[in-house]
């Protein structure tokens, strides 16, 4: 199993400027992701954090809104950057473990609100 | 690309009774794995149980148990003898075994989520 520690768990930003979310796992994982978890709806892919290389970004997400770091197999950030209140989300870290078997597992989240 | 319809925005159960929630999904791909996540207010996403495709055996994990359709892409979740603590969001989701250019997302696909309540 893998242990996720996002941090912070919630803030409240004035719109134009950025937050940056944390995640730290408690052992080396190759994929690690990002999600986004809109008040009241589902979750949505935003990027697949690649250690040593740039993020792979899904349809609709972009990097210079949603920049990511992957320094090493343990730790990713995500900065939502110039935010509006249509940013007001729950971000969510994952990590996907292939061995025994696959299973992503999820950080608790940050609730980030924008005024 | 995949997709994952969940139809039943709310349920609603009597505590110790039997409820099924469902799933349906859309893909090409013959070989993938089907989730179903549990997220109560705390927000932390649980997960319930898992299907590999290639397995024709229903998954089991105590009280919960699926119904896989391959054919009909149909995956869908019995909780039995119902508690209160199974109160929460229930998310359906897919993931594909081969991933990549070609292939389906390297994460998770999920479906937009089912409001389960339990009456006591």
């Known amino acids: 199993s893998a242990v996720i520690s996002q941090k912070p768990s919630r803030d409240i930003c004035q719109r134009g400027t950025s937050l940056t979310i944390q995640c730290q796992v408690d052992s080396q994982v190759t994929m690690m992701f990002w999600y986004r978890q809109q008040p009241g709806q589902s979750l949505t892919l935003i990027a697949t954090a690649n250690q040593g290389s740039e993020a792979t970004y899904e349809s609709g997400f972009v990097i210079d809104k949603f920049p990511i770091s992957r320094p090493n197999l343990t730790f990713s950030t995500l900065t939502v950057s110039n935010m509006s209140p249509e940013d007001s989300s729950i971000y969510l870290c994952s990590v996907l473990l292939l061995k025994p078997n696959t299973e992503a597992f999820f950080g608790q989240g940050t609730r980030l609100t924008v005024v | 690309a995949q997709t994952v319809t969940q139809s039943q925005p709310e349920m609603s159960v009597q505590e110790a009774e039997t409820v099924t929630l469902s799933c349906t999904y859309d893909t090409s791909e013959s070989d993938y794995y089907l989730f179903w996540y549990k997220q109560p207010p705390s927000r932390q996403m649980i997960l319930v149980i898992r299907q590999e495709a290639y397995k024709q055996q229903n998954a089991t994990e105590n009280r919960f148990s699926v119904n896989f359709q391959k054919a009909a892409k149909s995956f869908s979740l019995k909780i039995s003898d119902s508690q209160l603590g199974d109160a929460a969001m229930y998310f359906c989701?897919?993931?594909?075994?081969?991933?990549?250019?070609?292939?389906?997302?390297?994460?998770?696909?999920f479906g937009k989520g089912t409001h389960l309540i339990i009456q006591p």
């Open positions: 989701a897919y993931r594909s075994a081969r991933p990549g250019p070609g292939g389906g997302a390297d994460g998770l696909t």
